[in-house]
């Protein structure tokens, strides 16, 4: 019969569960240590991610090539019909002319030949004022400076006439892929009795001019160039009112 032993068994046993009780505390205290971990990250974090984002930002700004300003072009030519003899008798009022999809705001409308049905604008080439009001300035100018009538308004005046002039832009683009590059234009008119509202005549009206260099600057006198042309011939249609002193010079 084995005579039974104490202690040392004990002694061994109390090892055993000394050794895991260690090994139990640390797997409890593990996940304790690691969210500890995770707050101190994260309270460094902030400052770790503003000096990353001063580096990108520097970076950046560095590599980036400088924005491209947006350029405002006026269309107000000068008028190209000279006066010829006394004015009408009476006042001429030239309504805002209407247009259709982009010809109604300020960026520069263009088509080209690759794709001559898809109507497109310039991001950064505006008209100071969009197109139909700065056509209808030109034709008051123009009628003015041509001194048809005694009077030549706009319909902020607000006052009575003897004849109503207005109508539509139809056309009025650059065509910097044609050969040569140009711009073309196209108005509808229309002068009306302002007593009855009869019509005394509906016109339209066509040009183009070539562009005379490849820059910005070159299309926008091209196309003050147009509007010039457009209202004399509007000018020299107004010369052949009765009473109307005519011209027989063309520009």
């Known amino acids: 019969m084995v005579p039974l032993r104490f202690g040392r068994p004990h002694q061994r046993t109390a090892s055993r569960i000394a050794t895991r009780s260690s090994r139990s505390l640390k797997r409890l205290t593990r996940p304790f240590q690691r ?13 770790v991610l503003t000096a990353l984002i001063v580096v990108l930002l520097a970076g950046g700004c560095g590599s980036s090539a400088p924005m491209r300003s947006d350029l405002f072009y006026s269309l107000d030519p000068d008028p190209l019909e000279s006066p010829v003899g006394a004015p009408l008798p009476g006042t001429l009022l030239v309504s805002d002319l209407a247009a259709r999809g982009f010809l109604g705001g300020r960026q520069i409308v263009f088509r080209t030949e690759a794709e001559p049905l898809q109507v497109q604008r310039y991001d950064d080439l505006l008209w100071a004022d969009p197109v139909p009001r700065a056509l209808s300035r030109n034709l008051v100018r123009a009628v003015r400076h041509a001194q048809i009538f005694e009077f030549a308004l706009i319909t902020a005046d607000r006052a009575r006439a003897d004849y109503l002039l207005g109508g539509e832009v139809e056309r009025f683009e650059h065509l910097p892929t044609a050969t040569p590059p140009r711009v073309v234009g196209a108005l509808n008119l229309a002068l009306v009795r302002a007593d009855d509202r009869r019509s005394v005549w509906d016109r339209s009206y066509r040009g183009e001019v070539e562009v ?24 020299r249609d107004l010369r052949t009112l009765p009473g109307a002193a005519r011209s027989s010079v063309r520009p």
Do not use: C, Y
């Open 35 to 47: 969210s500890m971990s995770d707050k101190i990250a994260l309270r460094r974090s902030p400052h």
């Open 212 to 235: 005379q260099g490849d820059t910005p600057e070159a299309m926008a006198e091209a196309f003050n160039r147009l509007a010039a042309l457009l209202a004399a011939d509007v000018v």
